[in-house]
């Protein structure tokens, strides 16, 4: 990667600044996945609204990304290692924005069950799965910043283990639902939750990738481990049924 | 899938119209050209991009041995036309010249009539035995220049009475008027208004289904617009030729990478 200056420094400026913009996006979507999941896990109705306000940041934000760079190609013509960099942010800031969306429905969702009975162990899970997740995606921001392919290979395999617990939880709920009909609601909240952390998941392997990219000037290659989850979740079904 | 992408960038001929190995150019002690190796590709256009001085233009001037013409000019090393060594002591550098056409930086018409500006190079190299045959050749070159239209009813105009972007297409007709098999172009368009540039670039990219065009330019938005290839040259080293889109998105060696992003002069 470049560690020269550019000679028109304003270029750099503009450079600098995007990716400020979206590192900032990144520290948002990271505090309101953990405060959605702690707003679940201790029925905090006045954090999880706060969750729910504060999308809208994340979506400024996003715009804001988006039509800098739009400036950017337009104004400064970026090639090379600039462009993919452009193009890096851009497709970042789309990812973030996305899981901001997540957490925001997480948030929603939290103040839905507080009216119902809790499910045994299930938000604690799921905390504890998110907090994995955002670990996760800090890991591929950073990635990004220090233009670490080794690690963004790391986040990429660490997909794996996210999957597994989605599946896990999966088997756990289908168990409660099949025991105690009257557990299906709040358990459809926590499925569809646990299924938006597992995408949460997805986005910060897209980013991971986005980084090798930038860094290499083309995707990786080789597919992600993967053991085959529907086979898993229908093998799961079928056990129970 | 592959129907789907951008095709434009294709290169249908994969043959070598001109080859150079190992050309060295020295002007007196001044090493300016350093071991040069290019294959030139039939019906493609080629872009030569680097800073001042890096021998791009050098490069470009042995390819139709205008060095010639400067004395203290050695060139080493060997270049071919369709596998004939240019610089064999039986070619003669005046038909070679009619086979490699150049176009320069600046119109530089003839001081004579737009007919006279596109006539001479056939009338001398004995190219059409009537003037029914020359008429013809005059209106084919600047039809193909996309200027006939502007001028067909001021055939005896001078040709520098023409706006600049005029008068460097009457010099693109020129250059094409003895069909030649390759077009050098060094920086045909620095002297040009946007709309005239543009001009140049969509003939640039019509010639190229009949000719080899190899063009000079420090504009590297020009090198990326009207290229397939792209060849960078810096401090008389050919440091990267390539696919053009493959030297803009993902350069391989660093210098390329820093001279494209901006960041070397």
Redesign the interface.
Known sequence: M?N?????SS?DRDLEGVQATVMKMGGLVEAALLDAAQALDTRDEELANRVRAGDAAIDALEDQVQSECARLIALR????????TVLTVMRIAANLERCGDYAKNLAKRSVVLNSMAQIEGATGSIRRMCRAVVLMLKDSLDAYIARDTKMAADVRQRDHEIDQMYNGLFREFLTHMLEDTRTITPCMHLHFIAKNIERVGDHATGIAEQVIYLVD??LPEEERPKESGLRAMVSASEAEG | MNDMRIVERDVTASSAKMAARGVQVYYGENHALKDVDIDILDKTVTAFIGPSGCGKSTFLRCLNRMNDTVASARVLGSITLENEDIYDKRVDPVTLRAKVGMVFQKPNPFPKSIYDNVAYGPKIHGLTRNKAELDEVVEKSLRKAAIWNEVKDRLDAPGTGLSGGQQQRLCIARAIATSPEVLLMDEPCSALDPIATAQVEELIDELRSQFSVVIVTHS??QA?RVSQRTAFFHLGNLVEYGETGQI????SDPR???Y??????
């Open positions: 470049q020269e200056k550019h000679i028109v270029f013509g970026p090639t090379a290692s600039d462009l993919r000037g083309r | 590297m938005q990326a803009f998105t993902n350069p390329t990478e820093s494209i992003t901006g960041r070397i002069g």
